[in-house]
């Protein structure tokens, strides 16, 4: 069987088919192409006792990857991070079951780094020779790195207000990066017009590119893994641009089409800040997609995306497998950040402590159920977000004495 089962493309509102071989954007309809695989052929010729004996990284799925020769990866050793219990903050809230899929141990920090892996390999293997986009830093930072390891150029622009830590990890990576005075929307403007005059650049913004998502599905085909090939219950996970969420959820839809996953698809929950929750709102109104949010802001970065455009998709998700889509206040994120890790030893970034305050609140309103299996995603490390954290601490002269016994 070869490498990779890829097959094409389609539109995901019209259903519309593309040649996987060539280097594509969007849609003709505007919206993000699919990658679709010969699921038949796989099934017949891979288990998941066979995936189970390979090396531990997302590249075990690569018949369910797009890049077809093996020599054009372009890897860090990305992929099967931790399910780690919770049992002490899970118990706590009334969820002993309580699951994290810990991304802070992936390279470069975050879960951006499986779609930078794919991403930039499928370039690589399409002749790209520079890849462009915006980002609220994980994702620059992240393709920067890859970039740099693929031999290419990358051309990033984040927000002035994007986390620190990121501008240093493009810059040391070699891309070209420049700060924007405003957000996410508007340093896609700038990406947009500079490659339209730049040979060989792909614009690889958050889904117009076909295979970041396809890298970012691979945490759903490990958690099912990592669970025995049986689902959890409900997967929570923040939503910014929403490819976590629809990356997930094909995976679950191509794992139950190969015959690896039986029963109810887990309920999926979509996860935003107070301060940006277009995808939350859509979802309370009935609609089918959001509408641009205002004033968008939040201390969790990452999920500052006032309009998605694949926002269509998370809502379709979400809706498909009877999860929901919360909102939670920067004081409810920030003060379950503390709480797990002064409970588990866990430091994770304000993305992930939105879905820990989400699965918080959704115990109390009774939608979580306490005998649920629970997956919480906690996307990206929380040392690289040190601003989050207040440091009130002594400062004790040379000569002076540590007291006997800790206030705390």
Partial sequence: MPYSALSHLDCSKTGKRYEADEVQGVSDAGVPLLARYDLEQVAATVSPAEIASRPATLWRYHEVLPVRDESNIVSLGEGMTPLLPLPSYGAE???????????????????????AAVGVSRAKELGVTGVAMPTNGNA????AIYAARAKMKSLIAMPVDAPSITRAECVVAGAELYLVDGLIGDAGKLINAAVAGRSGYQEVSTLKEPYRLEGKKTMGYEIIEQLGWQGPDVILYPAGGGVGHIGIYKALLEMRELGWLKGDLPRLVAVQAEGC??????????????VAFPDAHTVAFGITVPKALGDFLVLEAVRATEGTAIAVSDEALLEEQRRLAEHEGTFICPEGAACMAAAKQLRESGWLREGDRTVVLNTGAGIKYPETVHVDVPTLAIDSR?????AN
């Fill in 93 to 115: 809230i009334g969820v002993p079951g309580l699951l994290m899929k810990d991304e802070g141990l992936i390279p470069t920090g975050t879960f951006k780094a499986r779609g």
């Fill in 140 to 143: 620059g930072a992240a393709w």
């Fill in 277 to 290: 929750a277009p995808i939350v709102k859509a979802y309370e109104q009935g609609a089918t997609e959001s």
């Fill in 402 to 406: 540590i007291p006997a016994a800790s």
